[in-house]
Structure formats: structure tokens, C-alpha cells
């Protein structure tokens, strides 16, 4: 597959299968085609700035979220929410341990 100016949207893939929304559904969630979402998941087209936040939006991710899949943004959003919630409470109390120091 190619990637179109350096981005690589296959993890957008990734996250709508671990949701189990077909891509027909995603695509009447954002307002654009189901042939859209194929091109943007096998990356033949990269989808604007709006269409990738409301993307991004549908399958609780961030944008960089659906870009890499190595990307620790896109691991993080992949975990359910009480796990995201514990690594959130992690990281506010290693933040007020810095600010005190």
C-alpha cells in the first residue's frame, strides 16, 4: 500500500474492527462515502483535517491516533476507558510529584 504524504492510515482500520463497526456504518457516522473509508484505510486517499477529527471522533481516538499504529496515543486509545482512566490518574500523580520537586 502506499502511503499519500507520509501518512498511513491503516490503524483507522484497526480501531473500527476492535469497535465492530462496518464501514458503511462509519461512513454515515462521518457523512462520506463507504468508498471513502476504503480509500482511506488502504491509504489510496488521505481524508481532509474535518473528516479525519470527525473519524477520529466516531472511533474514540485522537487524529494521530488513527495514523500509527505504533504510536503510544493510538495504544493508549485503544484500551478501555477504566484503563485509560488508571493510566490518566498515573500520570496526575507523577505530575504533582514533579511540580513539587
Known sequence: M???DG?????MQVLREQKNITQVKLSLMVGV???SITYYETNTRT???PVALR???ALGT???GLIDCDNIIAKYYSLCESDRET???MIETLYS???RN
Open 2 to 4: 502506499t502511503k499519500i
Open 7 to 11: 501518512l498511513d492510515f491503516r490503524n
Open 33 to 35: 462515502s463507504q468508498q
Open 47 to 49: 481524508p481532509s483535517l
Open 55 to 57: 473519524i477520529a471522533k
Open 62 to 64: 485522537s487524529v494521530e
Open 87 to 89: 493510566i490518566n490518574k
Open 97 to 99: 510529584k514533579k511540580i
